[in-house]
Nanobody, 123 residues
Framework: QVQLVESGGGLVQAGGSLRLSCAAS????????MGWFRQAPGKGRDFVAA????????YYADSGKGRFTISRDNAKNTVYLQMNSLKPEDTAIYYC????????????????WGQGTQVTVSS
């Protein structure tokens, strides 16, 4: 069992940066690959980025390539999403999730989810 709690969201102007964190509980955190998804109002939950259990491999949706960086610290049971050059279209609730399927962009492959953190980018 893994419990996930996101933090770091907020209101930022276009072009700004935010760093999201996802703290995990449970001794098996390092066994799971992790992902970030986002859901804008009235839309589905979209893949943003994923990282392997070791942190050696990362995967990104086209929307975030070159702007977003996913990383993890297994000693701290935490996964991060650094978001730079933010755009108004990045506005969404951001969720972290845990999976045994490394790099999957499919939300149904993820077994555990956090409650989400709101990111709002103003123009």
């Amino acid at each position: 069992q893994v419990q996930l709690v996101e933090s770091g969201g907020g209101l930022v102007q276009a072009g700004g940066s935010l760093r999201l964190s996802c703290a995990a509980s449970g001794r098996t955190f390092s066994s799971y690959a992790m992902g970030w998804f986002r859901q804008a109002p009235g839309k589905g939950r979209d893949f943003v980025a994923a990282v392997s259990w070791s942190g050696a491999s990362t995967y990104y949706a086209d929307s975030g390539k070159g702007r977003f960086t996913i990383s993890r610290d297994n000693a701290k049971n935490t996964v991060y999403l650094q978001m730079n050059s933010l755009k108004p279209e990045d506005t969404a609730i951001y969720y972290c999730a845990a999976t045994l399927r490394t790099g999957s962009p499919r939300s149904y492959d993820y077994d555990y989810w956090g409650q989400g953190t709101q990111v709002t980018v103003s123009s």
